[in-house]
């Protein structure tokens, strides 16, 4: 765990880093979301459990925290789940029934403290509306976004997520050069499959994402990203198709691989 930091208003990040062999750290990143009923946005990594709900709960008593959603069901977004579950009784999960499902491998949850939403679904908690839609770029089924109208945040799970040599709160600290490196590295190795989709397909997913116009974008593997930079990382993800697939160690120019095969099969 790094030290907590806000990323706007009543918005606090509890953050952390993965290290990625030959490539740099990853962030690894939960959102609270204060107001009139708090919401946490992922909750951690197991190896952070103890220092991860020790800083949730210095920022937000147990017994006020509401609602706890889910982006997808990785260990990185799920660590400190049912332990917060346990000391915040009023709180309820929000999630997909795929990551649901998923989740209940490990974990058993309560029923009745599950919302279960998808792609399009809209609820409001307290004086926020939310909107539930699906990242461009994802490694589970059950992954979703959320929009947060009252702010114009947008909590984009693993996508636009990035891989940099050090962790900084602001891309704005980050270097330009090396933010989308592994900005291209990241988004590509958590969707081999964009390698082999239609690329107006892919964009028509990023065109809904954009006319959103969120003022702030929160990866859970990213800095902060407002303004005109929210921008820049949509023109970014709209190229993610025409990048050759990425695989741990090489980059791999598909229409190559395939070339060579159709050349070696004739």
């Not at 009252?150 to 980050?174: N, R």
């Not at 270097?175 to 081999?192: C, H, M, T, Y």
């Amino acid at each position: 765990m790094l030290e907590t930091y806000t990323a706007g208003p009543e918005l606090h990040v509890l953050p952390s880093e993965l290290p990625i062999p030959d490539l740099g750290l990853q962030p690894v990143n939960a959102y609270l979301l204060r107001g009139e009923e708090p919401m946490l946005v992922d909750s951690g990594m197991p190896v952070d459990r103890a220092a991860f709900e020790e800083a949730l709960w210095s920022l937000v008593d147990p017994e006020d925290l509401r609602w706890v959603a889910i982006t997808h069901d990785d260990r990185d977004h799920t660590g400190s789940l049912t332990r917060i579950l346990d000391r915040a009784p009023g709180a309820k999960v929000i999630t997909n029934a795929i990551s649901l499902t998923r989740l209940s491998e490990e974990f058993r949850i309560p029923r009745e403290r599950v919302v279960t939403v998808n792609p399009g679904s809209r609820m409001s908690i307290g004086d926020r509306r939310l909107t539930f839609l699906r990242p461009p770029t994802f490694d589970s089924p059950g992954t979703l976004a959320l929009f947060d109208h009252k702010d114009g945040t947008l909590f984009s799970s693993d996508s636009f997520g990035t891989v940099l040599p050090k962790t900084v709160q602001h891309i704005g600290d980050a270097q330009v050069k090396e933010f989308f490196e592994g900005f291209d590295i990241l988004n590509r190795a958590i969707s081999p499959w964009t390698a082999l989709v239609a690329d107006q397909k892919f964009h028509r997913t990023v065109r809904g994402v954009s006319s959103l116009s969120a003022a702030r974008l929160l990866s859970a593997h990213g800095p902060t990203v407002e303004g005109a930079m929210v921008d820049a990382l949509m023109e970014a993800m709209s190229r993610i198709p025409s990048l050759p697939q990425w695989l741990p160690g090489a980059d791999i120019d598909l229409e190559a691989v395939l070339d060579a095969h159709g050349a070696s099969s004739a």
